[in-house]
């Protein structure tokens, strides 16, 4: 056997791996969502949480696929758009790569192969939506809205970044998705809030917030440390081939960002409020992963761990901010994926450096020095670019999209049905049936 | 460092790898089984659920992967039968196979992870069982059937599909066990519910079926994320070796099947039962992977869908059936591994592809050309004599080994104790101690 | 590319993803801790759990992983000490080593996948103590012991037996930690329990233990489900390389040890107690699974089952024991950890067997034939001499640390904050808002 088939075979199995590991992550959104909201919306959270992979699945195999990764111009994918049948050679042994997916021929597994991990990708970006709406929204409303950000909204922006399209070519860097997948996730999930409000009960008269506490902390602690556990698939999956020092490289600045960023939410918790909050100290971890996301595979170790903490910082005070300006958030979606994958893509522009990635082989051209080697303010330009031309689009078609479902499908239940839960009210069932629990709540 | 050798190392961490993954599904059977029952036998579950991985552990390397895979008729295996005590020279690099294990000489791995492997498959037999006679049966009573079940009822038709024996050699085709695995596991549980009985409370004098609900949906949903994840080990796995297209393929393949199930399931929940049943919705998803997993390395993706979508409907229709035959199964398991089991062994009938098995590399001499094809009505025969002769031996020993188990050591707890719950009767304690929990349930 | 640089990248894979496994294993450990406790408490176990792996990251980065793998004498790692800042020329393609962490030179992978590896295990270690103190103790206590003991009590005794040191030059063999991890872990909570004192209600006046029971059983099962699957990481792991036979059969010792312990436990607890307690059962496969991890890659299959078969009984009566000696441990940990460490360890003095560890790739000079092939006492007097010296060394720092932070910080919270539970006083919050609980307990 040749070298070039073994590397192709360590390559796919270790994009299968990662790609399983991103898979599991809909386990911890599931846990952390349902988790951090009310006993009586439980079954609901779970059973959007659940479907959504599947529809992100459906969806992302009829026209996502195609539209982010097909060969075409700038704006979309033109080629192999429906259904994942656009000509391909890969694995493609020492020949030149022949397809319609020309922007994934940098790596050489099988097509179904960079399908799969592409779509637990998209898959996330979905799921991110879920609980910034939980608690009020309708679940066929829900559904469908999954459906439309996996073929249009999510495949369109990562179409520009990772699709060979026009931000790719102004040399904005986002490795694994601080802006592809979070910030399109947390920006589709404010175009959500905007039109639903907030949830009842949430302000009192006199607009002053009042805390609506989550349901169980147990299983909201196991989802975070699932999505942690998912992020080592997230992030060093990312090179989708085995690179060994930049896959160790990946993991290690992964890590250190999640641990910073959960010991500065932490601290800035406790201070802030007078004691380590719990909900706080995981929403950190996740910042932190967010916040490193972009720049995991250009940036030290030390400045993995500056991102990390200021990511855990800027969970808190973002959660506090969310909650005064009456954009209600249940799970801090947006404090979480939306400022911090804002804040990981900037931070690319702040921290990558350039002899880093030549050492781990992750270097592109155009990759700035950074701000260690003194780099200039190119990089950030390109990186703030991007976040803004993706805030406009996802933001724009999202409000547009959430307000054509407001007008067809309705957006929200009933207020007696918010009132009395929407597992009753959707489901015609509990989620904990046999423990006594408390129904004015 | 020799081609062979890299060959052996990559497959031993592969097939090591995803046995991992298949072990983990343990986690989620037991969350799946006590998720969907009452808190009052949530201890007694949880218990048979964590104890029938070692029972299977030991009783299939005392005797079981012997009777499996040791050379022998077509009926059994009859070298190294105790204690995985054969001759053996895998890896055997570069020279023929000499050893008690001709079956699985196929896969150049080490001995010790091809029997690994074979373990993780023969527990998720073991455990389907467990569900299906929840919340009435006796704790010992169970672990003795765990026990017969991994030395003789799993291995004898394995051998026949798996091991070199009969069916193997009629050609029918079971890629990776919904007939070997979950068939069988659901003709032992069938054979059970049949002995057993319904629980009490569960059908009104006049003979409708009372709804009994599960006591933790959370923990249920989780249990379903856990399977889906361990089913990518459980399928793609299979091949024993990192064959890339086929390892691809069969990820894509096993998703879009829970995928087009999940989504069918909760489509015919909701127009039969007027909501989308949470339970229906799972048990949607975990059909799809059943079903698929027989026909997953021969059928194209489009395929898997359509065996996907029909096992997401038939799974809805199962679990209503059964009720109204008063065959009790407090967790669905009859309707998925059983049903599902057979329904994806006669898909391969339906959809096997030789195009797709030879592109991929998992295509054998006697596999037909699928109907796609135009092929014939052979391969359906091959299929439905296995589902047929499984049965007939599943079936009928399982229930001897019942009857015999009912004279011996007794199946059920008795009334008081069913009424009170197996976790005070069978373990002197409770699941959830602190929590206020409703009695009369 | 050469056949070097293809060892490195499957090596590299395997360490990273192994090392994913074992820090999924902080999972398991929160749940089984967690589970194990009361209601009231639960919001602090979770925060504990989960803030420990961020403290471990942060202070084996700073300064343990220098202290344990840098170059020095026998007692201490003296060069790279701060920030894994010591030169190094990992991976070493076909050259000699050349750098600050030789001890960790026999392994070809990237400086930073040996760093996460090692992390992990630090990781463990520290998140050991954390049942043992539960319900009692100040969280900023903990966490500043947590900083402590992976930046000195961990790391030092780690050098003794992994970084070159004394015990290492001696032929104390623990492969993968029963000793450097998991009795290290439980000498520290041992420390901790002797200055902290049982908790409120624990003993009667008469000084008759009184049972605590844990508020979820079904979490605890979960628990020790996710720690079985993150054993595949930390045994197999352990090689840090793809040894194919190595690999394979440490899975499978792992396994049966951990199969036999869940029996005889299950046994032992029925015999003794009456009833098959499910927190026994589970203990039970912990125990066997600390217990086989010192000599996982020197045993055969048989031994590891008879490792396994002691561990199960001795930890039930282990936790009898403790609950006698008023040594309150909250979740069994040092019935798991340290007494099975402990025995673990000495095991290999009993069990190791050259002929294996020849067969499959791991001996040493200096490995002993073992009992079964004739040997003599001294590696059963090597592995004495470790545990005493690590019992002296972790004990008597670990007393001195905690003494010092009572004076300093105080180690336990307030009697009323006890109990009315710390989730209320150290996070003012509530694990499961919405349900009714009991709070006379």
Redesign the interface.
């Known amino acids: 056997?040749e070298?070039a088939?073994?590397?192709?075979?360590?390559d796919?199995?270790?994009v299968?791996?990662t790609?399983?590991?991103v898979?599991?992550m809909?386990?911890g959104f599931?846990?952390v969502e349902?988790g951090l909201c009310?006993?009586?919306n439980?079954?609901n959270i779970?059973?959007k949480?659940?479907?959504v992979?599947?529809?992100s699945?459906?969806a992302y195999?009829l026209l996502g696929f195609g539209l982010m990764y097909g060969n075409g111009g700038g704006l979309l994918g033109l080629q192999g758009l429906l259904?994942?049948s656009g000509a391909d050679n890969s694995?493609a042994t020492g020949e030149a790569y022949r397809g319609a997916y020309a922007a994934l021929s940098w790596t050489g597994?099988?097509?179904?192969?960079k399908?799969?991990f592409q779509?637990v990708f998209c898959g996330t970006a979905a799921t991110i939506v879920s609980g910034a709406v939980a608690e009020r929204i309708k679940?066929v409303t829900f559904i469908v809205f999954s459906f439309l950000i996996c073929t249009i909204l999510y495949p369109v922006t990562g179409h520009w970044i990772w699709g060979g399209g026009w931000l790719a070519g102004l040399g904005m860097f986002d490795f694994a998705g601080s802006t592809v997948v979070h910030s399109v996730g947390g920006w589709a999930a404010l175009a959500g809030i905007l039109l639903l409000g907030p949830r009842l009960g949430k302000y009192k008269p006199d607009g002053v917030p009042k805390p609506i506490?989550?349901?169980?902390?147990?299983?909201a602690?196991?989802g975070?440390?699932?999505l942690?556990?998912g992020w080592?698939g997230f992030n060093?999956g990312s090179t989708m081939a085995?690179?060994?020092?930049a896959?160790?490289?990946i993991?290690?600045t992964t890590?250190?960002a999640?641990?910073?960023a959960?010991?500065t939410a932490?601290l800035t918790a406790w201070l802030l409020?007078?004691?380590?909050?719990?909900?706080m100290?995981?929403n950190g971890?996740l910042a932190g992963l967010v916040a490193v996301t972009a720049g995991c595979a250009y940036v030290s170790?030390?400045a993995a761990l500056a991102t990390g903490a200021v990511a855990g910082g800027l969970v808190v005070f973002a959660v506090l901010a969310f909650d005064r300006l009456k954009l209600d958030d249940p799970v801090g979606a947006l404090s979480v994926h939306l400022v911090n994958g804002v804040f990981g893509t900037l931070a690319v522009g702040l921290f990558a450096d350039k002899r880093v990635a030549v050492a781990i082989g992750t270097d592109s051209p155009g990759l700035r020095d950074g701000l260690f080697a003194g780099g200039g303010l190119a990089q950030l330009g390109a990186q703030a670019l991007g976040v803004v031309s993706v805030a406009a689009f996802t933001l724009g078609l999202g409000l547009l999209a959430w307000f054509l479902l407001k007008l067809v499908l309705g957006l929200r239940v009933s207020r007696s049905e918010e009132l009395t839960g929407l597992d009753l009210g959707?489901?015609?069932?509990?989620?904990?049936?046999?423990?006594?629990?408390?129904t004015n709540?």
């Open positions: 056997m070298t088939s073994f590397r192709i075979m360590l796919t199995f270790w299968l791996l790609g399983f590991l898979f599991f809909n386990l599931a846990m349902s009310r006993v009586k439980t079954v779970l059973a949480n659940f479907i992979f599947a529809v699945s459906l195999y259904a994942v694995p597994v099988p097509l179904w192969a399908f799969f779509l679940f506490y989550g349901h169980n902390l147990s299983l602690t196991l975070v440390f699932v942690w556990f080592f060093p085995v690179n060994a020092p896959i160790a490289h993991a290690v890590n250190m999640a641990a910073a959960t010991a932490t409020l007078g004691k380590p909050d719990l909900s100290i995981l971890a170790i030390p959707e489901h015609g069932m509990e989620a904990y049936s046999g423990f006594q629990t408390f709540m």
